[in-house]
């Protein structure tokens, strides 16, 4: 779901689970190790440092294809080295650039509202062409868009889908704090992307602090379980939160600086 430029900038969610430093005196809940003490968190900064972003000029299909199929050669080339040095098996998540709303994704059909999701069940990456990723040729919010998406990739395959909490009617406020939280997190992670090959880009500094001011992309996500009509803050988190954990990937480069189920609830709401 695209709200003004300036505004949190959310995506929609097929069917969900609905389902640094952290201060001694605002500590964060109990979550489950592999959502809090998860291996990622320890193999440091990535280092791939280049990566040739293409330029998307119409914004057609065929075009936002090929953006994402050199995106993805960079974001697997980037990750593959820190889920192996975690322990757990590395596998490229298959993608796919949709037209319309409705379309088959492997966990329902595309939302309206959705910039783009990721379906655990087949580790797919929907993208929507829509004008809202690409009203600006300087916009990042395509980049920040596909690299919160492989986000969700990396908690696949680093087993943090199935630490979730499932909706069971009376949990509510326990299910949409750890969505908001794994949205966030893939938020950060898309962030430690682009800060790792930032100075490949050609980009200026000010269009990454626009996308930090707007709230970054919100993204989507596939999961199983009941489906969520009310997203937005709610799953995603403030704009003001949103950025600041993109940033904060950017700005640390590392999987360990997005450890949100550390976070107190004051930096997750």
Not at 15 to 38: E, I, Q, R, W
Not at 51 to 61: I, Q, R, Y
Not at 191 to 217: A, C, M, N, P
Request: proline share 5%; charged share 20%; glycine share 12%.
């Amino acid at each position: 779901m695209r709200i003004p430029r300036l505004a949190l900038m959310a995506g929609a969610m097929a069917s969900v689970l609905f389902a640094g430093t952290v201060p001694a005196a605002a500590s964060a809940p109990a979550y489950k190790p592999v959502l809090a003490k998860n291996p990622i968190y320890k193999t440091g900064e990535l280092g791939l440092e280049t990566c040739e972003e293409p330029k998307v000029l119409t914004g057609s299909a065929d075009e936002v294809k090929s953006y994402m199929d050199v995106m993805l050669d960079c974001l697997n080339a980037a990750w593959e080295p820190k889920i192996k040095k975690a322990g757990f098996t590395f596998s490229k998540p298959s993608f796919q650039v949709v037209t319309k709303v409705g379309a088959p994704t492997g966990c329902g059909k595309y939302p309206a509202g959705a910039l783009a999701l990721y379906c655990s069940l087949n580790k797919k990456i929907t993208l929507l062409v829509q004008p809202a990723l690409v009203e600006e040729q300087a916009d990042m919010l395509l980049l920040v868009t596909v690299a919160h998406e492989y986000g969700h990739h990396i908690q696949q395959l680093t087993g943090m889908f199935k630490g979730l909490t499932r909706y069971n009617g009376k949990n509510e406020a326990k299910v949409l704090d750890e969505l908001r939280r794994f949205e966030l997190q893939a938020e950060c992670l898309s962030g430690v992307f682009i800060g790792d090959v930032w100075h490949s880009l050609g980009r200026r500094q000010t269009e990454f602090d626009y996308l930090v001011k707007g709230g970054g992309s919100g993204g989507g996500l596939g999961l199983i379980g009941v489906k969520v009509e009310d997203w937005g803050e709610k799953t995603h988190g403030k704009p003001t939160t949103v950025g600041r954990w993109l940033k904060r990937g950017f700005d640390t480069e590392s999987a360990g600086g997005c450890n949100t189920f550390k976070a107190p609830k004051s930096q997750v709401i």
